[in-house]
Each structure stands twice: as structure tokens, then as C-alpha cells.
């Protein structure tokens, strides 16, 4: 059997150790090398494929209409968000104006996506941890987020609610009271994970000062999302170069400078928070007008480079397209939130125990089909 | 061994009649071997059921409600599955200490199970150092879980037991000292004598505040020993996937699981037995109903359960080191101190009783 061990120089205490593909900290098929003395870490390093779908290359070959159904697949956490920047990215080469009404909506579910996302997250981190039930309570929240999914877009995964030129169908009648009732409960709801699982000792001392990444590696290793926000690099995207509607809504970016486990963490309560806030500012005041801009069938871009940056619940995801002036990209090229963080995990999980680098790992908020597209 | 219940008492005088005294004796003891490993398989299975139900309800869940009456006879059900599920192993795994290790487990947690007195005169066996002997033996399950870690030839499953090594030779210190601060007041090792002790109060009364304070190292300590959360290093499923049992399936598998859940009845029993009078009823309310000590013994046992399953059910896990720090710098000089101050109330005569 082939053999990836890159490190051939063991010293005598050393050992090699396989986690993953098939491990429950890895979060799906990702696998970790690890090189460990005793309980600590010497080297880990990723090795990615095992769920490589070639999207990329399939995007070369389908039309604008048919990409935005495959990002769908990619980080499927942040489905919507990903839709969206796709869609950007044609709306902006095509010139497209694009009514109002779309703009709110699609800010909207970005954030119950995020919050949703955020909640999933939660549930697990505290299950890497070893508290197995905030599963249960991260999840009893994302489940009404999923409701109100699948009632305006038909489904409560991979939503394809986006296409190029603005929304596949008008939001449900009920979309506006059942997302205010949301933002109701989960107010009272988000104070109980604090409870549960922040203000926890074990919780603490399991986080803080652990996975330490400094502001100035954050940047160098191109981390976005929280990962880079717990580092106190502002790099939210939302806030430095707005989309859709949010030039229009004031909200704080979360920001944190320890850099540990924990501050990590923190960013991404605080941004749930953050969340609510910008949802309730425009759950009230959505525009009339039409739901899209009717495109042609055939979308073909002009000849071009186009780039258009999102915030996803990960990070930054940026979509690259090189057209030629046909029906499909010449080249589409994904640069994923995920991809980045985990680039950093060998830099900060190094000289940690076993323990740490799982606490590490969640806050780095894997999701393997993002890095592995 | 030695039982003087009437009843039994009537039995084997009725069997001496047509026997010689060994005959007696051998049937005696098989018969009571039966009732423990019965006992045991019961309470193994409903703690399990119980623990998924506790579970459940603090993750807003139902549990198992489909076999059975309420899910009465889910665990049942499971157990079945495991008997007639096929054996499997790692290839290189050294066969003789992997087929072993788990009888080392069940056997040291169905031998401490033996001495604890449900209720006056219901105890198999009632040895003069009942203590010690629980102490002794409850640190030769550890042995098997080194063992299967060790033969079953998976790394995980190596660090997996190499921690609960640790993590145990560690733990036993501060169990052995919180109970030894206990036994300052009592003067006995016996069980029967501590419960007797106990007649003019509860111990954890007796002995006020050294007493409470070693009864929280013990509980700590004792959560430690059974390698359950928020000390489950050994198993650390997000971390080691099954750790020490990873490569165990079936009924092997079955035995470490439910050792891990007859131990937690263990050190729940001997929190009941010393701290809180054992089967004798609170105040002497139903001190002249001698069969209702079952009830109290299981009442307390239970409710000390609960609390272990509430830890396992509410905190995070900690970190290996973190784990150690834990035990030798904090509670080791607390429990030094503590029964140096136990001994000063003893000798000052300054405990309570009623």
C-alpha cells in the first residue's frame, strides 16, 4: 500500500498517527497526519481528496444557470451565500440593475443562513469538546431557521433560492412573521449557550490560550471569517466591500484580539448577535418591486476576468471567472474560506496536546466539502 | 462466605438434613454467585437505560420509548444484539491479553459489587476490611483496560489506555484519602460497622465540613475512576474515536460497556455506605421496617448516580494535563489537610450526632 509519511526522520519517542479520513473531530472525509510525541503534537498535516468532486472543472462546462446549483454543494452550511456570490459575479459583469426587493431578501437569508450555520457550529464545538449536549440545543434552534428555508425556497439544505438576475420566486406569505417570531426566540435562546457552554470553566480552560494564531500570521496565512476577526484582522468582507444590502445597514464587526480557541469563539456569538441585529433592521422595510430581472436563457458573459468577494459563515469565498464571451466560463476558480483556515492548523496546533488540536479544529469551523471541492 | 438472612437460614438448615456441610456450602455459593451476576446483568442494563433517558431529557429528547413499555425493554433488546453479533479483531493483535482484558474489567467491578449490605444482614460477604478490599479491588479493572488498549494493536486505543492508566493511579490516591478522612471517624474498615456507626447520624453529618469537603473530593475522584465525563480521557470519542475499546465488538464490547456502568454504581454505593448511612433510613423513620433498607440503599445509590450523570451530561471534557493538575495539585494537598483536620475534630470530639 502506498504510504503518504512524508516525515521519514522520527526521532525514537515519535510516532505516526492517521486521524481521519474516518474520525469524528475531522468533521467528514478530511485526514490528518499527525506526528505525535506522547500526547503532543509535533506535525499535522492535512491530506485532502477524499471528497473531490471536481467542481471547477464541471463548472467549465455548464451554463451561469447551472453553477450556481453546484456551489450549493460546497460549503453547505452557507449554501444561500454561496449562490449569491455566483450570482454577483454574473449580475456584475452582465450590468444588471437589480431591484431592491431582491437585495433585502437575499440579505435577509444570508444571515438566517449565517445564523444557522453559526448555531450548527456552536453544537458542535461544544461536542469536540466533549459536552455532548449542546448538539442538541444548537440544533433545536437551526431546525426553525430550516423551517422558514424550506417553506420560501423549497428546501432546507441546498437552498437554490438565488439565480443570476435576482430570486427564483417571490418569498412565502409567511416569510416575514416567521422570521420575526425566529429572532424573538433565538434572543432568549442565544443567552442559554452562554450559560451552558461559555461561562464554563472546563470550557474555558480547554480554550483559552490554546491554537494561538497572532494577528500577523492571520494575515499572511490568508485567513478570513472568524478565524482571521479572533486574530483582530478586520476582515469582513460584508463591512469592507458591502453587497446587496448591506451599505445600507449599520452593524459592528465582531473583532477579538487574543487569537485563541476562545476568541475565536467569541466572534462567533458576537455574530450572531450581529446577525439579528441587521435582520431586524430590514425584516421590516422590505421593498416592493419585482423578485428578478428576467435574464436571457442563455447567459453569456462578455469576454473578461470578473471577481466577486462574499462573506460566508467561514470566511471570505471569492468566485474568479474567466470568460471568453460563450455560454460557459473558461476558467471558474473558488477561493474558499475553508481552504485558507485549514492551511494554519499545522502552524498553531503544533506543541498542543491531542485535546487541543480537536478544540483548535472546530474553532477553525471545518466544512470538508469547502476544501475539498 | 456467610449470609444469616431467616429465610436462607431456613433453606440450608432444611438441606443439611440430607447432605454433608460442603455440598451445602458449594450450592450456597453457587446459588449466590447467580443472584450477583443476575443483579449485576440488571443493573447494568436499566443504568444504561437510564443514563440514555437522562440523556435524553437534558437534550431536549425523548429517548427510547418504543421497545417495551416507555422503552423498558430497549437496553434488553440491545443486549441481545450484542450476545449474537460476531466477534471481531485486529489481525495482530496479541489474542490471549485481548481475550482477557475484559473479564479483568467485569470481574474486578462484579467482585466489589459482593460486599456492600443492601440492606441489614443482605450482603454476600461481610470481610473486616470491606473498605480496603473495595479499593483493592476496584483498581484491577484498570489492568484490563491497559490490557485491551494494549493488545488490540491501534494506536487510539493505546493512548486511550495509557490515559486511563494515568488518570486512574492518580484518582485512586484522592478516593483512598477521602475515604480514610471518613474512616478517622468511624475506627472500621467493615461496612456492617460503619452503617452501625451511622445510627446517631450520617457520617457526612458526623463529620461536618472536613466531611462534606471529602465527600466532593470523592465524588470528583470517583467520576475520574470510572472514566466518565468530564473525565472520559480514555474514551474521548471526538478525540480518540472509542479509545481504549476501539477495536472490541460484541459481547466483549459489551463487558467493558457495562462494567463502566456497574462502577458508577460502585462508587455510588460507597458514597451511600459512608457518607450517607448506607440502607439506614433518614432520621430512623423506618427503622423498624427492616426490608425498606433495600429501598434506601437503592434511593441514595440512585440519586448519587443521577449526579454523575448530570456531570457527564453537562460539562466539557478536560484536557489530559489539565486532568493530572487537577488531581496532584489541588486535591491531593486538600485531601492531606482535610484529614489532618477530620483527625482534629475526632480527637477534640467535636463531631455531631443526634
Known amino acids: 500500500m502506498e504510504t503518504t509519511i512524508v516525515n521519514n526522520d522520527f526521532k525514537s519517542e515519535e510516532y505516526f498517527i492517521n486521524m481521519g479520513p474516518q474520525h469524528p473531530a475531522t468533521h467528514g472525509v478530511l485526514r490528518l497526519l499527525l506526528t505525535i510525541d506522547g500526547e503532543i503534537i509535533k506535525k499535522v498535516e492535512p491530506d485532502l481528496g477524499y471528497i473531490h468532486r471536481s467542481i471547477e472543472k464541471m463548472c467549465e462546462r455548464d451554463s451561469y444557470q447551472q453553477i450556481v446549483h453546484l456551489t450549493d454543494r460546497m460549503d453547505y452550511l452557507s449554501s444561500h451565500i454561496n449562490n449569491e456570490a455566483v450570482c454577483l459575479a454574473v449580475e456584475n459583469a452582465l450590468q444588471l440593475e437589480i431591484p431592491e426587493r431582491v437585495k433585502v431578501i437575499r440579505t435577509i437569508i444570508d444571515e438566517l443562513t449565517r445564523i444557522a450555520s453559526h448555531t450548527l457550529w456552536w453544537g458542535v464545538m461544544g461536542m469536540d469538546v466533549g459536552a455532548l449536549t449542546t448538539y442538541f440545543y444548537g440544533f433545536r434552534d437551526r431546525e426553525l431557521i430550516n423551517d422558514i428555508f424550506e417553506e420560501t425556497c423549497g428546501a432546507r439544505l441546498t437552498m437554490n433560492y438565488n439565480i443570476p438576475g435576482g430570486l427564483m420566486y417571490d418569498i412565502h406569505p409567511n416569510f416575514v412573521k416567521r422570521v420575526k417570531s425566529f429572532i424573538a426566540h433565538f434572543k432568549t435562546k442565544l443567552p442559554e449557550y452562554d450559560s451552558l457552554l461559555t461561562g464554563n470553566v472546563i470550557f474555558q480552560k480547554r480554550t483559552k490560550g490554546v491554537g494561538i494564531l497572532t494577528k500577523a500570521d492571520a494575515i499572511s496565512f490568508g485567513a478570513s471569517g472568524p478565524v482571521g476577526r479572533g486574530s483582530g484582522y478586520s476582515c469582513d468582507v460584508r463591512k469592507h466591500h458591502p453587497y446587496s444590502a448591506l451599505d445600507k445597514v449599520p452593524f459592528n464587526e465582531a473583532l477579538q484580539t487574543e487569537g485563541d480557541s476562545f476568541a475565536r469563539y467569541l466572534v462567533r456569538i458576537q455574530e450572531m448577535w450581529e446577525s439579528m441585529s441587521i435582520i431586524e433592521q430590514l425584516i421590516d422595510n422590505i421593498p416592493e418591486g419585482d423578485y428578478n430581472v428576467p435574464t436571457n436563457a442563455v447567459i453569456k458573459l462578455p469576454k473578461g476576468e470578473f471577481y466577486q468577494r462574499v462573506e460566508t459563515a467561514r470566511g471570505e469565498l471569492g468566485v474568479y471567472i474567466i470568460s471568453t464571451g460563450t455560454k460557459n466560463p473558461y476558467r471558474l476558480k473558488f477561493r474558499s474560506p475553508g481552504f485558507s483556515n485549514l492551511s494554519l492548523l499545522n502552524h498553531i496546533a503544533v506543541g498542543g496536546k491531542i485535546g487541543d488540536l480537536v478544540a483548535t479544529m472546530a474553532t477553525l469551523d471545518l466544512v470538508i466539502p469547502d476544501i475539498d471541492r | 462466605m456467610h449470609i444469616s438472612l431467616n429465610s436462607s437460614n431456613i433453606i440450608f438448615g432444611w ?188 457520617l457526612i453529618l458526623q463529620g461536618h465540613i472536613p466531611a462534606i469537603i471529602a465527600f466532593m473530593i470523592y465524588m470528583i475522584a470517583g467520576t475520574a475512576e470510572t472514566n466518565r465525563a468530564p473525565f472520559d480521557m480514555a474514551e474521548a470519542e471526538s478525540e480518540l474515536g472509542a479509545g481504549f475499546h476501539t477495536e472490541y465488538s460484541g459481547m466483549k464490547f459489551a463487558y467493558f460497556f457495562l462494567a463502566e456502568f456497574i462502577n458508577m454504581f460502585i462508587i455510588a454505593a460507597i458514597a451511600t455506605t459512608v457518607f450517607f448511612g448506607g440502607w439506614l433510613s433518614p432520621f430512623g423513620i423506618t427503622e423498624s421496617i427492616p426490608w425498606l433498607g433495600i429501598f434506601w440503599f437503592l434511593a441514595k445509590t440512585f440519586v448519587l448516580v443521577f449526579l454523575m450523570m448530570w456531570f457527564r451530561w453537562t460539562f466539557p471534557r478536560l484536557r489530559i494535563d489539565q486532568l493530572l493538575t487537577l488531581e496532584w495539585k489541588y486535591l491531593l494537598p486538600i485531601n492531606l489537610v482535610n484529614i489532618v483536620i477530620m483527625a482534629v475534630i475526632v480527637w477534640l470530639n467535636l463531631t455531631i450526632q443526634y
Not at chain 2, 45 to 53: A, D, F, H, Q, S
Not at chain 2, 115 to 142: H, Y
Open chain 2, 15 to 202: 438441606l443439611l438434613n440430607f447432605m454433608p456441610a460442603t455440598a451445602v456450602g458449594i450450592i450456597e455459593m453457587v446459588l449466590i454467585a447467580l443472584a450477583y451476576l443476575t443483579l449485576f446483568a440488571v443493573l447494568g442494563l436499566y443504568l444504561v437505560l437510564m443514563e440514555r433517558k437522562v440523556a435524553a431529557w437534558f437534550q431536549l429528547r425523548i429517548g427510547p420509548n418504543r421497545v417495551g413499555f416507555q422503552g423498558l425493554l430497549q437496553t434488553m433488546a440491545d443486549a441481545l444484539k450484542l450476545v449474537s453479533k460476531e466477534l471481531t479483531g485486529t489481525v495482530k493483535a496479541d489474542k490471549f491479553l485481548y481475550n482477557l482484558a475484559p473479564y479483568f474489567v467485569i470481574i474486578s467491578s462484579l467482585m466489589a459489587l459482593a460486599v456492600f449490605p443492601f440492606t441489614k444482614n443482605l450482603q454476600a460477604f461481610d470481610i473486616n476490611i470491606g473498605i480496603f478490599f473495595l479499593i483493592a479491588i476496584s483498581s484491577v479493572g484498570v489492568i484490563g483496560i491497559l490490557l485491551g488498549g494494549w493488545s488490540s494493536n491501534n494506536k487510539f486505543a493505546l493512548i486511550g489506555a495509557m490515559r486511563s492508566g494515568v488518570q486512574t493511579i492518580s484518582y485512586e490516591l484522592s478516593i483512598g484519602l477521602s475515604l480514610l478522612t471518613m474512616i478517622l471517624i468511624t475506627g472500621s474498615l467493615q461496612l456492617s460497622e460503619i452503617i452501625e456507626v451511622q445510627k446517631n447520624g450520617w
